[in-house]
């Protein structure tokens, strides 16, 4: 059965075991930005700006290419990806741009490991701040920009999807009844023309019928009065009244005589 003192041996020799697997080789590498804490302030930087990281080889150290690692908080979790890879060790400086979106701790740190075996490192014991409120404004900025970005796909698919738009024409029509004066053509105007000319026509025609049946009339009368004239002296009464109906046939119109039988109602 082990005793107390043997337990507590154990204990020291497994954590001795564990911190010398995490024992930084000696001359390796001596960081010279970011500065190493001195208790009281630290280094800060911001996210989206660049860092300057610079360090001195060692002169007796393992020499070779290395790779540069960002580590977070007290337990010094290393931070995926690597911040640089395949560096020659004796380049002394690094150039990084601090990404825009990490994990949040209270503080950072840098290693440098052999890249061909990861036991061999230093770290900066700098243990600085990065300001991550870049972050917070990115990702928004990334947020508003994907939701803009969607929103003017779906107008484009709803344009997309419409008919598009029709234009008609009208042409106004003329809805005023045109005046009848003006409307007459020019057939109609002939045909009214050539009607106005035939009954005219037909009236001297009628007119000239009458006057002469009239004057055949009266002729007629005249040659009855000269046979009667003929066969019997005639009074003097009687030969002014032939003598008027000669000159009453000559001029188409009625004698005297019978003008005044007319108007008794005797014709």
Not at 111 to 119: A, F
Not at 171 to 176: E, K, R, V
Not at 190 to 202: P, Q
Not at 234 to 248: I, W
Request: neutral net charge; aromatic residues 8%; hydrophobic residues 35%.
């Amino acid at each position: 059965m082990l005793t107390y003192s043997a337990i507590a041996f154990l204990l020291l020799a497994r954590t001795l075991l564990v911190c010398a697997d995490n024992v930084e080789t000696p001359d390796f590498i001596t960081f010279t930005n970011p500065p190493p804490y001195n208790g009281s302030v630290r280094s800060n930087f911001t996210a989206g700006k660049s860092m300057n990281i610079t360090w001195v080889p060692g002169s007796s150290g393992p020499s070779g290419l290395v790779s540069i690692r960002l580590l977070g908080g007290e337990s010094n979790v290393t931070i995926a990806p690597d911040i640089a890879t395949g560096i020659h060790r004796n380049v002394g400086s690094f150039n990084w741009t601090i990404p825009t979106i990490l994990p949040v701790y209270p503080f950072y740190d840098l290693e440098i490991v052999l890249t061909t075996n990861d036991s061999i490192f230093s770290q900066a014991k700098s243990f600085f701040t990065i300001d991550l409120s870049r972050q917070a404004v990115t990702s928004s900025s990334t947020s508003i920009s994907s939701t803009s970005s969607s929103t003017q796909s779906s107008s484009q698919a709803s344009s997309t999807s419409l008919p598009p738009a029709t234009t008609t024409n009208s042409t106004p029509t003329n809805t005023q009844s045109p005046s009848t004066g003006s409307s007459l053509s020019t057939g109609a105007k002939a045909g009214i023309g050539v009607g106005a000319a035939a009954g005219g026509i037909a009236i001297l025609a009628l007119l000239g019928i009458f006057i002469f049946r009239r004057g055949k009339r009266a002729a007629t009368q005249a040659e009855e009065a000269s046979k009667v004239a003929a066969d019997k002296p005639l009074t003097v009464k009687e030969r002014a009244e032939l003598d008027d109906t000669r000159r009453a046939a000559e001029l188409g119109a009625y004698p005297p005589s019978q003008m005044h039988e007319m108007a008794g109602g005797d014709y």
